[in-house]
């Protein structure tokens, strides 16, 4: 295959969404671009009330860094309303760049409807989507967990009405089809975790249209081998919580496994919670200041951090802490903590699970359970030797020019089987659905 030029489309720009996918995404096109590759990035920007004009605006001189202020969308079935957008303004930004792959690291605040025009408009162009967690499958923000607390194995349309007992069954399973219907026109879904991918198959997607490639760093972090292997008393008793906080990634567990402490433990370690409350929901901001209260000796809120602290932010303490109450994907704190030498204490379920080796590069507790980690927590500040021996386990974190490495050949990959086999690619080939 020769030189590829790619369209990378991003539900969000890291300079204004601090997530995982929109991290992914902006490596992905930094590395390409390092290599000399056409690479062009379309991350989309929350539109302002007074917005007005094109949807589509430069970032960057050269062109290559766009962002797209996306029109509100449909949020139960991923679509976008207004088509003079997808229809002329992103087809003419097709027919410009004329791109031969176009990844989508998501679609959701996009609509769905551009995978459709992609395939129309590019005709021969590869196309590959990121799954970067549940939204195909899951109402509930995508992340499988009922309204009664429990989490979800398997999404049905009764079952998802007995969550939105306003939303009819038969209006879930029309869901099912409008969004499996552009997914189909799909040649690849990237997929950051076995667990993610099982899920999706599950679900009805092609096996053989998955491919389970994590999400690399975006710049390598302190080396296993450079971490002090005679850490001082006080390392192995600060833990450390970063990313976006909320109910959904498990801060209040956090907070009542602090308070559960044993008295002496309370005031041997030292919790650090970094992050920033971008969405709050049901007060989250009043119960996390209430939850704090009492605890000031033990845990400390530093607030929101850039990701260029992270590795600074890591290296102070000797433990990550991952509490979250869903299945997660892939998280990005989890390569962060070994790319800077730290084990990690994580819920016990999906991709956190998959990603921690419970006993070899970290440690494990009962999804949810405050008690649980208030035990890992001390097992961890007195165990002597455990810190050791888990910083020995850790594995090494994938960094982005392996991934895109990798990536490429995936490319190249579909592209090769699609001649050999003379599929029909282009319009013709893609059913319309209203």
């Not at 845990?299 to 433990?319: E, F, K, N």
Request: hydrophobic fraction near 45%.
């Amino acid at each position: 295959m020769s030189a590829p030029r790619v369209l990378i489309i991003a539900h969000g720009h890291p300079d204004f969404s601090i997530g995982g996918g929109e991290i992914a995404a902006h490596a992905q096109w930094r590395e390409l671009r390092r290599r000399g590759i056409d690479a062009m990035l379309v991350a989309r920007a929350s539109q302002s009330p007074r917005h007005v004009g094109a949807a589509f605006s430069l970032r960057s001189a050269d062109g290559m860094e766009v962002l797209f202020s996306a029109p509100p969308v449909d949020h139960f079935r991923h679509s976008q309303p207004h088509r003079r957008v997808v229809f002329e303004e992103f087809r003419a930004l097709l027919e410009r760049f004329a791109p031969t792959v176009i990844h989508f690291h998501h679609y959701v605040h996009l609509g769905l409807e551009m995978v459709r025009e992609a395939r129309k408009f590019a005709r021969d162009a590869v196309i590959v989507m990121t799954l970067h967690e549940f939204l195909a499958i899951c109402h509930a923000q995508g992340q499988m967990l009922k309204t009664n607390g429990l989490l979800c194995t398997k999404a049905a349309p009764l079952d998802c009405h007995a969550c939105f007992q306003e939303i009819t069954p038969q209006d879930f399973f029309m869901r099912e089809l409008f969004v499996k219907s552009f997914l189909t026109l799909v040649d690849r879904f990237v997929c950051p975790s076995r667990f993610l991918r099982d899920r999706y198959v599950e679900w009805g997607l092609p096996e053989t249209k998955m491919a389970v490639l994590e999400n690399g760093q975006p710049a390598a972090g302190m080396g296993i081998d450079d971490v002090p292997g005679q850490p001082d008393q006080a390392l192995r008793t600060r833990f450390v919580v970063l990313g976006q906080l909320s109910r959904l990634k498990g801060t209040p567990i956090v907070l009542d496994a602090a308070r559960l402490l044993p008295k002496p433990i309370r005031k041997s370690v030292s919790i650090e919670i970094h992050g920033s409350m971008q969405y709050d929901v049901d007060d989250f901001k009043g119960q996390f200041k209430q939850a704090l209260e009492g605890l000031h000796e033990t845990v400390s809120y530093c607030g929101p951090y850039r990701p260029t602290d992270v590795q600074s932010i890591i290296r102070r303490a000797g433990w990550v802490i991952q509490p979250s109450i869903w299945w997660e994907n892939s998280p990005l704190v989890i390569q962060e903590a070994f790319a800077g030498g730290r084990p990690v204490i994580c819920s016990n379920i999906g991709g956190m699970a998959e990603k921690v080796s419970h006993g070899v590069s970290g440690l494990h507790f009962r999804v949810g359970s405050a008690a649980d980690l208030a035990a890992r927590i001390e097992q961890a500040a007195t165990q002597p030797g455990l810190w050791e021996g888990l910083c020995a386990g850790l594995p090494k974190p994938p960094v982005i020019r392996d991934t895109v490495d990798a990536l490429l050949d995936l490319y190249g990959g579909v592209r090769d089987a699609a001649v050999s086999a003379a599929i029909p690619r282009g319009a013709s080939a893609v059913p319309e659905f209203p």
